[in-house]
């Protein structure tokens, strides 16, 4: 997960822009040679750094070039290769408080190898609470980076290497381990116990515009210039540490750390199995997006594209557990790590379902089917017959609620039609599967995702739209080069689809809350223009706290004609767009608040 920079003096902007400033200005120092055994061309004294280039299809770096500027743009490239400076942690206020997770977290820390890392220069705690006015049970956990790290202090020769996936090291930026999963190739002879310097595997392109690795997994490196994989790894070494496993451990057992980092050119703590149901790790601009919807107790709230449950539940703790918040997902799976999360925290007032967000609002016709709503506190089934009434809404049998306030299920039936006596050539192929790989997810955990038909037009006083998007504003981030100008396009009008889904389902008088994690003006500006031309009821509403910037204003004309309408000025300052180049150091991240008004 990406992590956000801390805000922690009384005055917030100058306190981030100095920090930023720090930050951004500190570069890599130029490490000297390897060996002395080993001929190098000038370049080779950068190559042991980290000093990524993010690549990206040149008419998308065209695209967000005429967007940003060159500059703006060349600075946001270069933010997304490096992490945030700090972690955001969302203290759940059901269970403890701010004050109380700070203190374990600081006994956690000093108890640790991080801790002596992770002190201030000034000597301070690295661990303090968000002064942003009503973000109190919000912590912040500095990090530090990027250091500077000597790979070949104390040894005659080069060092040996560890060659990760790309996916690996974004993790291992974020302060995770190097797992043996996420190693595709180490120098010949590693033994259990050797120093070695961990590299990253990028993807590189292909005679026919594809992109891959090059390489199969368990690949030896020579660790020479003659390595036909040598120049790839320049500027991007994450760290030095020591190996858990020999080489041959490393491709012969399926899970484990491979390599105990102990230097990393980011230094930030891990929160893997910390302090579980009591904190959650989340970039700021996502525990914003909870407060931009501003919940209410009581209020009845859908989460469109819920998991794996982080605003859900933010939301929910906003609410004080107090409400019906509609968490949904097209995937099962996730659907279950949304009830897991929300058992963990110990919310009550979530309420789960599988659902694809285009197919959102039911149709008329489905409105006497039987529903099924899988609530987290009891996962096992927990079903609500409802029937037509005698003016044609249908109401509740149990609470007697019509059916604005219901959505539209199926039952969620194992069993076989005709009692099982016809099993389709389908089915027989479907249980030989099981029989051959085992339980299946949902078997092993015991949960149940409830399939839902969707829910009646204007039946929840707020929804959340965080739509699935290209992601382009998470960071760290080493790869960019699959997306193309017309896929990020589709993005938006895939969007576009789904508002149209979400906006139906708002009660007059409700809000529509509308956010993506890039930073692609065809997901963001392009998506609100097209919402508040195509729906005269729409307006865009204030947002608290405002601690974004503003969005683009304007139009761009692509090469093949076509027109791509941003917002209109005067609108600028009603949404917030999250710069990762920018002094907050957060992800890239945007949100839009509608008002709904009188649907005619």
């Known amino acids: 997960m990406s992590k956000a920079r801390v805000l922690l003096k009384p005055s917030l902007l100058t306190t981030c822009l100095t920090r930023a400033t720090t930050f951004f200005s500190s570069s890599v120092s130029q490490l000297r040679s390897i060996s002395q055994q080993i001929e190098m061309d000038p370049s080779d004294s950068e190559r042991y750094c980290y000093d990524p280039v ?21 600075r946001i490239s270069k933010a997304l290769t490096r992490p945030s400076s700090y972690s955001c942690i969302r203290v759940n206020t059901v269970k403890t408080t701010s004050d109380a997770v700070i203190e374990k977290l600081t006994k956690l820390l000093n108890d640790s190898d991080e801790g002596l890392k992770l002190i201030q220069p000034d000597g301070s705690s690295p661990i303090t609470k968000c002064q942003i006015p009503g973000l109190d049970y919000v912590v912040f956990v500095n990090g530090s980076g990027p250091h500077r790290i000597e790979y070949d202090i104390g040894l005659e020769n080069p060092p040996k290497e560890v060659l990760v996936s790309r996916k690996c090291a974004e993790a291992v930026l974020r302060g995770a381990q190097v797992y043996v999963p996420g190693v595709l190739a180490c120098t010949a002879h590693v033994e259990k116990g050797d120093a070695v310097a961990v590299c990253v595997a990028m993807e590189q392109p292909g005679d026919e515009g594809d992109w891959s690795v090059n ?9 020479l210039p003659t390595d036909p994989y040598y120049r790839e790894r320049s500027g991007l070494y994450i760290g030095m540490g020591t190996t858990m496993l020999s080489r041959a451990g490393m491709f012969r057992v399926p899970h484990g750390i491979a390599v105990d ?102 149709l008329p016709k489905t409105l006497n089917d039987s529903t099924t709503l899988v609530n987290v506190e009891n996962s096992s089934s927990i079903s609500s017959h409802s029937e037509i009434s005698s003016n044609g809404e249908m109401a509740s049998v149990t609470s007697g609620r019509f059916e604005a306030d219901k959505p539209c299920e199926e039952n969620a039936s194992t069993e076989q039609p005709n009692g099982g006596d016809n099993v389709s050539q389908a089915d027989i ?66 969007q576009r689809k789904m508002f149209d889904q979400a906006v139906q389902l708002v009660r007059v008088g409700g809000i529509l809350v509308y956010s993506t994690c890039t930073i692609n003006p065809s997901e963001n500006e392009a998506v609100v223009r097209y919402a508040l031309d195509k729906y005269s009821f729409l307006s865009l509403a204030p947002q608290h706290p405002r601690i974004g910037g503003p969005g683009l204003v304007g139009r761009c004309e692509f090469p093949d004609g076509y027109i791509e309408e941003w917002l209109k000025p005067g609108e600028e300052e009603l949404v917030q767009k999250f710069d990762p180049s920018s002094e907050l150091d957060t992800i890239g991240f945007f949100i839009a608040k509608f008002s709904i008004g009188p649907k005619d």
């Open 215 to 223: 390489m199969t997994r368990g690949t030896t490196l020579q660790g």
């Open 54 to 74: 993010l690549r990206w299809n040149p008419e998308v770096e065209d695209y967000f070039t005429k967007a940003y500027g060159p500059d703006h743009f060349a």
């Open 429 to 494: 192929r479907k249980n030989k599967g099981r029989l051959k790989n085992g339980r299946g997810r949902t078997q092993c955990q015991g949960g149940r995702a409830g399939k839902s038909q969707g829910f009646a037009p204007n039946s929840f006083d707020r929804v959340l739209l965080d739509a699935p998007c290209s992601a382009l504003g998470l960071r760290p981030r080493l790869f960019a080069g699959l997306e193309t100008v017309i896929s990020l396009r589709n993005h938006g009008w895939y």
């Open 261 to 362: 980092l102990s230097n990393r050119v980011f230094r930030l703590p891990s929160f893997h199995n910390v302090l579980e149901g009591e904190i959650f790790l989340q970039n700021l601009p996502s525990i914003i997006v909870a407060h931009a919807l501003d919940p209410q107790r009581g209020e009845r709230i859908l989460d469109m594209c819920a998991a794996p449950g982080g605003k859900t539940t933010a939301i929910a703790i906003l609410m004080n557990d107090e409400g019906e918040i509609v968490a949904a997902d097209r995937s099962h799976n996730k659907v279950l790590d949304v009830q897991k999360l929300s058992a963990e925290m110990g919310l009550s007032c979530i309420t789960t379902c599988k659902l694809d967000a285009l197919k959102s609002v039911c």
